[in-house]
Structures are given as structure tokens and as C-alpha cells.
């Protein structure tokens, strides 16, 4: 645990693969821009790596810097090449204590939910896991009536998404929180910008390296929901795999793509690499069209910042009809159909 | 070699099925409303460890930390197969965040003593962080290895593990002790044993004993009650079914690490959601209605 420290810059886990940085790290390091900027301080990056050529973590450095990082904290080790918790922990609690940043944010990835809790176990520190929201300001202790000033409040869905939940973590700072990829906004880069990249050394002794990796598999990302400008999402009312095959003619049709709610995944219509969610992919297309999905809270929040949202469901109470700007009350199975033959109505006009 | 296991558990509201009358006015979710049940990702940590108990023998020991009525979760944990089952419970334990429940459950494990293994399920349906796995390895300063799919092998003090890691997998190695979190396509959890639910249906922790002595002896004196709950604990200890109950003093946990106290986070304000149901446009679902929806969006743009 650091104490409150006013002047402790927002810092972002800067999280890369194979000498490139994660999207999510880019769009922190955006979001930490703008907390910063109401803090008054510097934005940090730390990126841990290695065997990644010198111009290679120098070029994740600048890439950082144009997103708005102001001081990139480079830890160039051979043995950081691969990521495994307690060395990447290590590298993270040897710089918290040394630089005492107020803030400091991770991808809720599988690596950020892995070593996020790690770190704030160790720092003796708060930890807030998939912020849908971040924000900063004054909160008073509703007990000692304490006035807390300018604090990160860190926003997020809880019980299953049925009720949104404002965190704060007053006196045992850093305050720590990760965010799911495609929650904040990626935003432009600025070449511009200008930044200053600073190496730093982490010893890591045997018990920083106790995991052995044997073998890696990283699959080839099936579909990219997240850079489709149009999404057509099926649900459980879809109901079978066959009839998915509509769904695919649509999105054809319109240059798009196939997503899909938890029903639909779990009822094995479409893969998981489909799935839109709290415990999918979270999206903010131009056009979202959500055909028999029922629309839970879980869906919903991976979904419900897309421009413009037309649901087509038989039920007219499904609650995916209240985030919608277009509401088809009637069966897909005659809608879908009759959309595309008006897209190519449309096409040949 | 044979292992040893320590299997973390929860009870947890069914938050997949809330109801509105399980909303209170303030918004928030009134668990006691809610279903109770298994969290489901940590029966598949259970399934792990059972199966690494029946390929190289050894013992497992479930934990749970809740009020006494979780105790169903560890009769879950018998019938399917558990050799020994540990409740800690405290009224001090209440509103432990993460960083305070990860505390408390690491002094719990040091307590139960020797271990090879701690397995926790990835997350809990309540809170969805997934943070207390890690964190307990944390504070045990052990290795953790999570999004466990798979026990490649065992063999002496190395554990080869093949984990999820969302576009993909690995296979690492450890050394034990290590603690592991479970995914929910590890395995398929056994379904109960029934001679086990007939052997084990009434094994209990005190606390439930005292609260169904209260329940059956409403106008009795507490002298005539505790006398009751002594006779029912010996009786049930005779059979060998008294179930560990663990205070916060037990495991010797220091008080300022525990609760409130010790939770860093505080929640500060808790919205439910609410639906709105204005704004949407309602389209016909006929071929006109359709197709004056696209025209509109082709004039928005939206469309190219």
C-alpha cells in the first residue's frame, strides 16, 4: 500500500504480445489521458518485454505517447519475453513503490485478471475488476463525513449486471481498477505528441519465474466484432444453427458481421468467438441488429452504445426494445428476409 | 505420489434469475430473496480435484467462508465426494472485499496445514471479479496458475497444466504447491453420490445446529436450548458428522486485515438498472414497413 499521493501520476499495464501492443492498452492509456488531465498530473505507461528488437519496444513506447502517455517505463529483460504472473508482478510492484502513481489501470484481459489481483494483493492495495465507467471526484465518507477529494470512482455492473455499482478506494492507494477491451474508446493517435520513454531495471529472482511454458497455441481470431461497422446479432429466439444461416444472408448483404447473444453460444448455434457481452466482446458499431435476442442485462452492456440499434423480437416486452432506436415486433424468420430484399431493392435502385 | 487438495468454494445468489421482488427500494439486490447455489465454476474445481484424488489418491478438503446456512455448499461437496469439509464463519468477516476475503481464506489454508494443491473456481457469479484466486496464491506466496482446462500430468512435485488464455491455450509447468482456477469447460462435474447424500444429508456445522434448536424451541430458556445443542452436537459428532466451524480467531487473523477494515474498496453508491422503454421508434413488420426502415437509414448514412 502507497499512501495518497496528490501528485501520483495515472498509470496504464501497457499489455503486449509478440512486440505489439493489446488494444485495450492504447485505449487506457486514452481514457487515463483524460483522467489525468483532471487530476492535473502525467500519464505512465508500463510496458514489460523482451526479446523484442530495441527499436520494437521503442516503437510500442511511441505508440503509447501518441495515445497520450506522457512517460512510457520500458523493462526490457529476456526473461520478460513470455508473460507470466509473479515476473510481470514483480516488475509492477518494484515501479508502484518506486514512483507512487495514484491510478493505475489494466485490460481486463485474461492477462490484466491475472495479474491485476496479483499486484494490488501484494501492494496491499484496492482492485476493481471490468469498470464499464471511470470518472474522478469528491466523495464523502457517508460514516465520518470526511470529504475524500478527487477520487477515481470506478463504475461497474454487479450481481450479474442487475445493478451498477460506484467503487472507491479513499486511503489505500494506488487505486486499481481493470477495464474490458472496447469499453473506453480507442482514440486517434498523435504522432506529435511528445513523451519521454524511461528504462527501468527489475531484478527477478527464481521465485519470479516458477511457471515453465511448454507449448502456446494462440488461435487465429476467427472474427473481428469489434471493427465491423455493422453487427447483425443473433439470440436463443434464432433457435438453431440452421436458422443462423439468415442471419449470415444479412449480414452478406450488408457488409457485416455475425455476433451472437450467451443463448445462442451455449445453445450451439455459433461459436463462443461470436459472443457479445459482459462475458464476450463489447461493441459500438454504426448499425447493431439484434434478431431474437431477448436482450439481458448481460447482452446489453456489450452492446448498447452502438449508433443506431433495431430489434427484431416476437416479444414486445423483451427488454432489448428499450435500447433500440427501431423496434420490430414479429417473427425474424419473415423479417430477416424481407430486410434483405429490401437492401436489394435498395442496391439496385 | 498422492496429493492433497484444498478445494475453495462459495454460495452464491442465483444472479442470473433476479426477480423484482428480489429488488429492494434502495436498489439494491436483496440476496436472501435470491435462490442460493453452488457457484458453478467452483463445482468444476471441485471436479479437478476429486479426479486428482482418484488417479494418485490423497485427500481433498472444501472451504467455504459465509454464514452458517453455506454449509449446504460443503453437504454439496460430500455427496460428491469430498473427504473433509471447513466453514469459517464471523460476523467480523462481513463486507470483505476481495483484497480482505483473499486474507482470511489464505489464514483458513494455512490453518487446515499441508497441502499440494488450493483450486478455486475462476469467479463467482456475484461479484465476477475473479480476483480472490490470485490473490490468496498472493498471499500464500505460491505460484498460481489460472483458467485451468486441463491436468496434462502429474508427476512428483511438477504439475503440467494446460490453461485458457481466451485465443488459445498453454501448457505450463510448476512446482507444488500451485494454486489453480478452474473454467467451466474443464470438466463435467460428478453428479451426487446417493450413498453419500444418505450418509452425509445430516452432517452439520454448530451454527446450524443452534439455529434449528432456535427454530424447534421458540419459548424454551437458553439454558434448556444450549443443553439441546450440546446433546444434537454430540450426537451428530458421534456419527462423524460434524462439519469444521472456524471463527476468524482460529485461524488467527489479524482483525485490521478482516471486514470492513480491511477492504480497501468501499462502494459508494449502488444504482439498479432501470429500463427505459420511450424512444424507440416501432417499425411494422411487414415488407412497407421494412423497407421504408432501410430507406431511413440509407439517408442517415448509417447505410452507404
Redesign the interface.
Known sequence: ?IDVNRQGEVWVFAEQEDGSLHDVALELTGKARWLADRLGVAVGAVLPGGGVADDGMKKLAAELIAHGADKVYVVDDDRLGHYQ??SY?RVLTTLIEKHCPQIVLFGA???G??L???V???A???????CTDLNISD?T?PKTKQVHEKLL??IR????????????????WPQMATVREGVMQLGDPDASRKGEVIEETVELDESCL??????????E?KVNLKAAR?VVAGGGGVGSKDNFSMLYDLAGS??GVVAASRAAVDGGYIDKAHQIG?TGTTVRP??YIAVGISGA?QHRAGMEES??I??INTDPAA?I??V????????FS??VP??I???K??EIA | MSYDSIVCVKQVPDTANVTAEAMKEDGTVNRAALPAIFNPEDLHALETALEVRDAHGGTVTVLTMGPPKAAEVLRECLYRGADKAVLLTDRRAAASDTLATSYILSQAIRTIGKYDFVFCGRQAIDGDTAQVGPQCAEKLDIPQITYLEKVVKLSGDVAKIRRNIGQGYEVVEAKLPVLFTVVDTANTPRPQAACRVMRCKHARVAGEIQGEVRTAMPDASDEDRQAEVERRVKATDERGLMIEQWDLDHIGADLQRCGLAGSPTKVQKVLSVVLTTDGFQEVAATEEGVRQLIKELVVDRTLG
Open positions: 500500500m504472473t509473479n508482478a484481459t485474461p492477462m485478471r491475472d491485476a489481483p496479483r494490488a494483493s501484494k496491499m492495495a484496492g482492485l476493481t475488476a471490468d466523495v465518507d470512482l470506478q455492473p454487479a450481481f450479474g449486471g442487475n445493478i451498477i455499482a460506484t467503487i472507491v478506494n479513499y486511503d489505500q516458477a511457471i515453465k511454458l511448454i507449448e502456446r497455441h494462440v488461435e481470431q455493422i450488408l457488409g459482459q454504426a448499425l442485462v449508433a443506431k433495431i430489434a427488454p426494445h428499450s433500440a432506436h427501431y423496434s420490430i415486433v414479429g417473427d419473415k423479417v424481407m430486410m430484399k429490401a437492401i431493392e435498395k
